[in-house]
């Protein structure tokens, strides 16, 4: 086998594995849900906190870039979401014409809880790992986190994002 045909036989084992990952996460993430039910907010919806969570005081353009998504779609996410009460959207200071949003005191609960809640699930699974094991993990998921933000459109790495105002 020369080179090329394993690392494409290396990647092929990398990209199965990590979609048989995600789908135990999400058995996971359900299970959770089952247990201590949260507020009715889909994985769209969950995005646009997890942005907001990082960048407070962006407008609806610059989310809209952020996700890839049209400025329709992410308005009406936008709007659910203030319903909910886990969004506050203010005048910007430098536009009269443009909203900042921010993540609201009862988004970033949400988003506290739903994190901890992952975090304890996907502690006991590791805690059955070897310490070895356990470190290759991180060192693995850490190449691939910069992979993902590296290779998305519209993505710019979380250290080297900046947190742009309206």
């Known amino acids: 086998?020369?080179?090329e045909t394993s690392v494409r036989g290396d990647q092929d084992a990398a990209a199965h594995a990590?979609?048989?990952?995600?789908?135990?996460?999400?058995?996971?993430?359900?299970?959770?849900?089952?247990?201590?039910?949260t507020a009715p907010v889909s994985?769209?919806?969950?995005?646009?906190?997890?942005?907001?969570?990082?960048?407070?005081g962006i407008n609806l353009r610059t989310?809209?870039?952020?996700?890839?998504?049209?400025p329709s779609s992410v308005s009406r996410m936008c709007d659910?979401?203030?319903?909910?009460g886990f969004i506050e959207r203010s005048l910007s200071p430098a536009s009269r014409r443009e909203l900042e949003l921010r993540l609201s005191s009862r988004g970033a609960n949400y988003l506290t809880e739903l994190r901890a809640r992952r975090e304890s699930a996907?502690?006991?699974?590791?805690?059955?790992?070897?310490?070895?094991?356990?470190?290759?993990?991180?060192?693995?998921?850490?190449?691939?986190?910069?992979?993902?933000?590296?290779?998305?459109?519209?993505?710019?790495?979380?250290?080297?994002?900046?947190?742009?105002?309206?």
Not at 63 to 70: H, K, N, V
Not at 80 to 84: E, I, N, T
């Open 63 to 70: 989310l809209g870039e952020f996700l890839g998504s049209a």
């Open 43 to 56: 994985s769209s919806q969950l995005r646009v906190l997890y942005a907001l969570d990082g960048a407070q």
């Open 122 to 166: 996907l502690l006991e699974a590791i805690s059955a790992m070897r310490p070895a094991e356990r470190s290759a993990l991180v060192k693995g998921l850490d190449g691939f986190h910069r992979a993902v933000e590296h290779t998305t459109p519209g993505r710019t790495p979380a250290g080297d994002r900046p947190v742009e105002s309206a």
């Open 18 to 37: 990590a979609r048989e990952v995600i789908e135990v996460l999400e058995v996971l993430w359900s299970r959770g849900r089952d247990i201590a039910p």
């Open 80 to 84: 659910r979401l203030h319903a909910l």
């Open 1 to 3: 086998m020369d080179s």
